[in-house]
């Protein structure tokens, strides 16, 4: 599998808790390949990450139909869809 456009998943936190209704948002991060991109995502779950009460996100890239990568990413890469 090639994972050169893939968002780089930058963490593994415990204590997620599910964002519901899922949120689009764009999150300016590091795919596989290297390259620093912003990329469209939808938020789809949440987990702390001391002292701050959420900083880390899981947001879900859509590769092709029905074809989805998770990656978590620090809260601070990540910003409303507009």
């Keep these: 599998m090639d994972f050169q ?3 780089r998943t930058l963490g593994d936190p415990t204590g997620a808790t599910p964002v519901e209704p899922y949120r689009s948002a764009v999150v300016r991060s590091d795919l ?3 390259v620093v991109t912003g990329v469209p995502v ?3 779950s949440r987990a702390p990450a001391p ?3 959420a900083d880390w996100l899981c947001v879900r890239q859509t590769l092709g139909p029905n074809r989805h990568w998770l990656a978590w990413v620090p809260a601070d890469r990540v910003s409303a869809h507009r």
């Design 51 to 53: 002292p701050a009460p």
């Design 5 to 7: 456009r893939y968002i």
């Design 42 to 44: 939808v938020v789809v």
């Design 32 to 34: 596989y390949s290297g």
